[in-house]
């Protein structure tokens, strides 16, 4: 099993910033990407940013230019800084690990909250 503690969310101003980081802990697999994802009230859960096992990355759009996700793969952790937040980012912001090939396995953290509101 794996274990994924998330921090860092909280409230900010439109235009603010916000840090939001993930530790994994317990039987971490070798190869593995991470990535973050949100859900806002009344909406579905959407995919905010990806990082691969190699590094890559992808944003969904609304986030592009804003948003930027980096690893630390002797840590085990994954950090998503938000800059020029706006209201339509407030959700409850989760961090994903994830495995690929035959049987793809998905763990998830509890979630932390990140309101943009003046």
């Known amino acids: 099993q794996v274990q994924l503690v998330e921090s860092g969310g909280g409230l900010v101003q439109p235009g603010g910033s916000l840090r939001l980081s993930c530790a994994a802990s317990g039987s971490i697999p070798s190869i593995y990407g991470m990535g973050w994802y949100r859900q806002a009230p009344g909406k579905q859960h959407e995919l905010v940013s990806i990082i691969t096992s190699r590094g890559s990355t992808n944003y969904r759009d609304s ?3 804003r948003f930027t996700i980096s690893r630390d793969n002797a840590k085990n952790t994954v950090s998503l800084q938000m800059n020029s937040l706006k209201p339509e980012d407030t959700a ?11 049987v793809p396995v998905n763990y998830w953290g509890q979630g932390t909250q990140v309101t943009v509101s003046s």
């Open 63 to 65: 986030v592009k230019g």
């Open 92 to 102: 409850v912001y989760y961090c994903n690990l994830y495995t690929l090939g035959t």
